[in-house]
T-cell receptor, first 115, second 115 residues
Framework: ETGVTQTPRHLVMGMTNKKSLKCEQH?????MYWYKQSAKKPLELMFV???????ENNSVPSRFSPECPNSSHLFLHLHTLQPEDSALYLC??????????????FGPGTRLTVL | AQSVSQHNHHVILSEAASLELGCNYS??????LFWYVQYPGQHLQLLLK??????LVKGIKGFEAEFIKSKFSFNLRKPSVQWSDTAEYFC?????????????FGAGTQVVVTP
């Protein structure tokens, strides 16, 4: 256990559905991240939040919409996804976003399948 | 463009053999370097990290890595592997001047240790 939890662990959805992924960290960290892990590709950073403020949107399509209501919770809202969006979505947190504070702790991920 | 390259996608070796995984990066300026491991069915875990100081870094489970600045490399080593080291290994890099802590990952190396 890293202190970062994600729900659900598995999700199957149709292209017209709307769903949300949830991440919660119990480490007292200030920065939270969403990554996408696809087969045979490097982890792709999607979003960064620091003190609840989104500081990075790595050219992610608008069908992915993040929300960070407080520094312990992070959501990823999904709508009208495509089959190529099927992947493992990882949440991470760190004490801060930069320098020696940037040791990131990862959750177990949500395995998303888009039909 | 910034990039992280891991030399091998798959490595198969026997127990007690030595392991070395290559990682090269292309970044301007100073960097923080990480190796993460993902055991089957588990979340990403930090093996070791380099921020500054001694370029030979020791991590958990007998792993070590050497930062060679002139070669832009951060290779991971273990003198004698065990079956339990079967996992996927990821090198990651962030620039110390990146205030938002964007970690760039390599594509990963799948390591299989046979009994």
């Amino acid at each position: 256990e890293t202190g970062v939890t994600q729900t659900p662990r598995h999700l199957v959805m149709g292209m017209t559905n709307k769903k949300s992924l949830k991440c919660e960290q119990h480490l007292g960290h200030n920065a939270m991240y969403w990554y996408k892990q696809s087969a045979k590709k490097p982890l792709e950073l999607m979003f960064v939040y620091n003190f609840k403020e989104q500081t990075e949107n790595n050219s992610v399509p608008s069908r992915f919409s993040p929300e960070c209501p407080n520094s312990s919770h992070l959501f990823l809202h999904l709508h009208t996804l495509q089959p190529e969006d099927s992947a493992l979505y990882l949440c991470a947190s760190s004490q801060g976003p930069s320098g020696t504070y940037n040791e990131q702790f990862f959750g177990p991920g949500t395995r998303l399948t888009v039909l | 463009a910034q990039s992280v390259s891991q030399h091998n996608h798959h490595v198969i070796l026997s127990e007690a053999a030595s392991l070395e995984l290559g990682c090269n990066y292309s970044y301007g300026g100073t960097v923080n370097l990480f190796w993460y491991v993902q055991y089957p069915g588990q979340h990403l875990q930090l093996l070791l990290k380099y921020f500054s100081g001694d370029p030979l870094v020791k991590g958990i489970k007998g792993f070590e890595a050497e930062f060679i600045k002139s070669k832009f490399s951060f290779n991971l080593r273990k003198p004698s592997v065990q079956w339990s080291d079967t996992a996927e290994y990821f090198c990651a890099v962030t620039s110390t001047t990146d205030s938002w802590g964007k970690l760039q990952f390599g594509a990963g190396t799948q390591v299989v240790v046979t009994p």
